[in-house]
Nanobody, 121 residues
Framework: QVQLKESGGGLVQSGQSLRLSCTDPATAFSILAMAWHRQAPGKEREFLAAISSGGVTDYADSVKGRFTISRDNYNNVLYLQMNSVKPEDTAMYYC???????????????WGQGTQVTVSS
């Protein structure tokens, strides 16, 4: 069974970097497409980045060039490297998984519980 758990969130100053991690002990991790989404207070959940089992990536325009998604299939870990963060990046960040890249992006099968990122100006 897929159980996603995020970590790495916290308080960071504008312009700094932060790396989020998502672990999943399930043996199916390597065949799943993975993604990061976020939800700010009062806003809808927003897709950020996705990566297929083979390493193909996709990004939302809002984070392209600043955020990088990667995965370690040997250790079942998904990463989101966040550079040059801005106050508008403040949100709850969620790890998600799907059977393919489109599914992970638009309607994931599985969600983590989230990790809070707060960016101060």
């Amino acid at each position: 069974q897929v159980q996603l758990k995020e970590s790495g969130g916290g308080l960071v100053q504008s312009g700094q970097s932060l790396r989020l991690s998502c672990t999943d002990p399930a043996t199916a991790f390597s065949i799943l497409a993975m993604a990061w989404h976020r939800q700010a207070p009062g806003k809808e959940r927003e897709f950020l980045a996705a990566i297929s089992s083979g390493g193909v990536t996709d990004y939302a325009d809002s984070v392209k060039g600043r955020f990088t998604i990667s995965r370690d299939n040997y250790n079942n870990v998904l990463y989101l490297q966040m550079n040059s963060v801005k106050p508008e990046d403040t949100a709850m960040y969620y790890c998600a998984a799907g059977s393919n890249l489109v599914r992970a992006t638009t309607a994931p099968h599985y969600w983590g519980q989230g990790t809070q990122v707060t960016v101060s100006s």
